[in-house]
């Protein structure tokens, strides 16, 4: 009997601590959170952020704080936060590259980017095919027909090696059999002044940096990297109606430090959603011609896997290597 009963207590003292177990998401937020956006600010993804953020506050109950740390195609911010503590008060807003592609074109990162806890899909911008004023090509056809015709004569500006826009460049290239040169430059406006002055003849680019362009008649939008035509553009075309099937897009994701609580991330999750859905934010983000993101930590996890296989096949396949 007294051998029994001490197996009894021994059993109950060992599941005690077990049980006793607090929940980390049952008091979280207690104090502000900061999302580390990893792009200067203006952009899509900060001004997203941003929106997202002031509405999040509301859900949380606590200040969110929204810092910029740019640099190196997204690494520093990327860093900073894959070195801080899990407790979900430290998070990242992220572009597609650091997440997505820098693996592919550094030797070296001082991140995983398969570590990071995906939280949340915030916004995605779609990307189109731009030409300069007086581009003599009125369609994608004889766009690619005059490429053809003139190998390596045409260029494009991009946003900077390895980022979208450089990228849909690359796949576009590798999907129609066109060689036109790559362009860099430090960010989308010194590359958007030179499109307007007619110094670069095309560039990929998010809507919502070109929609106001070719409105104004600055530039002129050839086609979206689209599956389906966009609202906003119903005459302009997608490349896969032409049968180039290029569709990319300008993402924001939000993520946490490796090993944050699950519980954290599903409560960040719901809060994030919740704030999608605003009817308000929603008309907000169609004015910055942006698509509303949303989903599960899960779906958020497979949609950047997915993203990651196929940046690096277009970088193989481009040739482009390692810094």
Same mark, same amino acid.
Do not use: C
């Given at each position: 009997?007294? %051998?029994?009963? +001490? ?11 077990? =049980? @006793?177990? &607090?929940?980390? =998401? ?27 953020? #002031? ?37 990242? =807003? ?8 820098? /693996? ?19 916004? %995605? ?11 003599? #090509? ?7 027909? /005059? ?11 991009? /946003?900077?090696?390895? $980022?979208?826009?450089?990228? +849909? ?33 095309? $560039? ?29 553009? &119903?005459?302009?075309? $997608? ?57 599960? #930590?899960?779906?958020? @996890? %497979?949609?950047?896997?997915?993203? %990651? ?15």
């Amino acid at each position: 009997m007294m %051998r029994a009963l +001490s197996g009894l207590v021994g059993v109950a003292l060992v599941a005690l601590p077990a =049980a @006793a177990q &607090p929940d980390p =998401a049952a008091n979280y937020p207690s104090k502000p959170v900061r999302i580390i956006v990893n792009v200067a600010p203006g952009g899509g993804v900060d001004t997203a952020t941003r929106l997202v953020a #002031a509405r999040l506050e509301q859900r949380l109950g606590q200040p969110i704080v929204v810092e910029n740390r740019s640099g190196a195609g997204g690494n520093i911010g990327a860093e900073y936060v894959f070195g801080m503590e899990p407790d979900g008060y430290t998070l990242m =807003a992220s572009s597609p590259s650091p997440l997505a592609i820098n /693996q592919w074109l550094y030797k070296k990162l001082s991140y995983d980017p398969a570590g990071f806890e995906p939280i949340a899909m915030m916004s %995605r911008i779609p990307n189109v095919l731009m030409v300069k004023p007086g581009f003599p #090509a009125k369609t994608v056809q004889e766009f690619i027909a /005059q490429v053809k015709a003139n190998p390596g004569k045409f260029n494009f500006a991009s /946003q900077g090696t390895g $980022t979208a826009s450089h990228l +849909s460049g690359e796949l576009f290239m590798k999907l129609s059999g066109t060689k036109i040169v790559h362009v860099p430059y430090k960010g989308t406006g010194p590359a958007l002044n030179d499109i307007i002055a007619g110094h670069v003849d095309l $560039t990929f680019i998010q809507l919502s940096n070109a929609y106001a362009l070719h409105n104004a008649g600055k530039a002129r939008i050839l086609a979206a990297a689209t599956d389906k035509r966009l609202d906003v553009l &119903p005459d302009i075309p $997608t490349l896969t109606e032409v049968g180039i099937p290029v569709a990319t897009d300008t993402w924001n994701a939000i993520s946490a430090p490796p090993k944050t609580p699950a519980a954290i991330v599903a409560k960040l999750n719901t809060a994030i959603n919740e704030v999608l859905r605003d009817p308000d934010v929603r008309a907000r983000f169609r004015e910055l011609n942006t698509l509303v993101g949303g989903g599960t #930590a899960e779906e958020t @996890a %497979r949609f950047v896997r997915e993203e %990651r296989r196929l940046w690096g096949e277009v970088v193989q396949s481009a040739g482009l290597k390692p810094e």
